[in-house]
């Protein structure tokens, strides 16, 4: 059964970076394109990123487009969102999650991880 364990988060002044992580346990993580989604308080959750399986072809929401930069590392089952520039907008807490099959931005991920909350303050 495969888990995501998200680290990374805190709280950062407006303008400052982040970098999250989300760490895999699956054996074949080469397997699975993972998506990055965000929930902030009083909303619904929201997609920010997705990055296939194969390939590592990318997508990002407007709001996040040239700010933010999903990636992995197939060999550490890790994969990473690198937030710059960051907004009091932004804050929320933020998800990864996974699945074999590929959702991009939709919210039907097979698993997801716990959570990591941002927040972005002065």
């Known amino acids: 059964q495969l888990q995501l364990v998200e680290s990374g988060g805190g709280k950062v002044q407006p303008g400052g970076p982040l970098r999250l992580s989300c760490v895999a346990s699956?054996?074949?993580?080469?397997?699975?394109?993972i998506g990055w989604f965000r929930q902030a308080p009083g909303k619904e959750r929201e997609a920010v990123s997705c990055?296939?399986?194969?390939?590592?072809?990318?997508h990002y929401v407007d709001s996040v487009q040239g700010r933010f930069t999903i990636s992995r590392d197939d060999a550490k089952k890790t994969a990473y969102l690198q937030m710059n520039n960051l907004k009091p907008e932004d804050t929320a807490v933020y998800y990864c999650?996974?699945?074999?099959?590929?959702?991009?931005?939709?919210?039907?991920?097979?698993?997801w991880g716990q959570g990591t909350q941002v927040t972005v303050s002065s």
């Open positions: 699956a054996f074949a993580f080469d397997a699975y394109y």
């Open positions: 999650a996974a699945d074999k099959v590929e959702k991009l931005l939709q919210l039907t991920y097979d698993v």
């Open positions: 990055i296939s399986a194969v390939g590592s072809r990318t």
